[in-house]
């Protein structure tokens, strides 16, 4: 490990607290079953439509024809798509209800590099325009709405955006509308990805918005450290939402927790909640581990962070809001997280260290709190350990100790309930109110 970099290492251990986990967010594991993925009634190739795995032939049309096809079979168990080993080129193309889009070992299903192969659509509602330029926006590769029952899963194969070219465009200012995602679902109910690698998204990698009862789980997501914009996973304005044993290193968020943009958001009151995110590792050095915003504008609450590992990264956790955005952020909980060289390790907004917390003047950020928390910071540092303002909360057994007076009480027994949604009472019952690392959340 370099000494040159700033160092630090966050520890929260083991959690003994399992009680209030499952009193405060139901169980600590995505349940959910195989069934849909083994047993469809209905198989097809995308062979026999004429696809050729070459890299070089464009076979939109036989994805579009395959799942027209397919379609007629929703009603009778559903049915899945079988994409062999082979480079699959492809533009934009619709999923249908009850459906497993499979890709074996081998299979990559390649994104176009001309942009006329990805569709131009509306903005979303509760984002009023393209996120970056006003108008409309480029569809995703893999694209559906108001959808039921959807997998996207196989034998780790690839979907490659091949976002090179987008993020020349981008960086460039030559483009007519916002870069698309590699998956955007919208309005679906039911839906698993699993079991892939994602590479290079000219944007956003997979992005479920106005979901619900959604596993994103094993995956790869990958992308160049310096592409812009291209999160791994955005939970949008969804509920019922778990991303566990996933590994990503992209050129921003590992995760954004998102629920729309200013008045639009604000409008459309669509908020994010009952979000998991469990044994994700990764790194990103331009943005953060685990982000909640900025685009939050219809809330986000209930959201449970647990066996987070981030290496050689800027910042580790990070809410991140502006004046006039409108929105709330409640009841978030993290446990056994461990960063290494990693930058920030706690962000709210603006700019910081380990502990900087900055809220917004005149719009104060309640209810933070820290239990058990040790950070070690690099040795013979000139920085303040904490600086908070407009911020307030409660801390204990903290080590470098909280010296802000916005943080002077303790947290029990008085704040627990402020803190945790749970009595003193519950926390004992669950636990024994051990000193033992738990939890840090606000």
């Known amino acids: 490990m ?47 439509f004429g696809a050729v795995g070459d890299g070089v032939t464009l076979n939109t049309k036989a994805f579009q024809n395959a799942l027209f096809y397919l379609n007629s079979f929703s009603d009778k168990g559903g049915a899945k798509l079988f994409v062999p080993a082979g480079q699959w080129l492809t533009g934009s193309f619709d999923l249908i209800s ?58 780790n194969g690839t979907i490659d955006g091949q976002g090179s070219v987008w993020w020349d465009w981008f960086r460039n200012g030559e483009l007519n509308y916002t870069r698309p995602h590699i998956v955007e679902l919208i309005n679906t109910t039911g839906l698993i990805i699993s ?26 997501i990958l992308a160049p450290l310096d592409s812009p914009n291209t999160d791994g996973v955005d939970p949008d304005s969804s509920t019922n939402v778990c991303i566990e044993d996933c590994y990503i290193v992209t050129g921003d968020d590992l995760v954004s927790i998102k629920s729309g943009w200013d008045e639009y958001g604000i409008s459309y009151a669509r908020p994010s909640s009952k979000i998991k995110i469990n044994r994700v590792t990764g790194q990103t050095t331009s943005s953060s581990g685990i982000a909640i915003g900025s685009e939050m504008s219809g809330g986000v609450s209930d959201i449970y962070i647990k066996d987070l590992h981030l290496f050689n990264s800027n910042t580790g956790i990070r809410i991140k809001t502006s004046p006039g955005r409108g929105g709330y952020v409640r009841n978030v909980h993290v446990s056994n997280v461990k960063f290494h060289n990693v930058q920030k390790a706690i962000r709210f907004t603006g700019i910081g260290v380990a502990g900087l917390l900055e809220g917004i003047e005149g719009d104060e950020f309640k209810n933070i709190c820290f239990l058990n928390v040790t950070l070690i910071v690099k040795k013979n540092s000139k920085k303040a350990p904490w600086k908070c303002s407009h911020v307030r909360g409660y801390s204990q057994w903290v080590s470098p100790e909280i010296t802000c007076d916005s943080f002077g009480e303790n947290i029990f027994p008085e704040h627990s309930s402020d803190c945790f949604g749970l009595s003193e009472n519950d926390l004992e019952k669950s636990s024994g109110l051990s000193r033992s690392p738990w939890l840090l959340s606000w």
Do not use: M
Not at 196 to 220: A, E, G, M
């Open 98 to 155: 009850h459906l497993t889009l499979w890709l074996d070992k081998g299979a990559t299903i390649l994104g176009s590099t001309s942009s006329e192969n990805w569709p131009v659509v509306d903005p979303l509602p509760s984002y009023g325009r393209g996120r970056e330029l006003p108008g409309r926006r480029h569809r995703s590769l893999i694209y559906g709405q108001n959808l039921t029952d959807v997998v996207i899963t196989g034998e």
């Open 2 to 48: 370099k000494r040159s970099f700033l160092l630090w290492y966050v520890l929260l251990v083991q959690a003994f607290f399992y009680g209030a986990w499952y009193s405060v967010g139901g169980s600590l594991h995505c349940e959910y079953s195989n069934s849909v993925i083994l047993h469809r009634p209905h198989s097809v190739s995308i062979t026999e």
């Open 195 to 220: 079991n892939l690698t994602f590479l290079n998204s000219p944007f956003w990698n997979i992005h479920p918005v106005y979901c619900r009862d959604v596993l994103v789980k094993n995956l790869t």
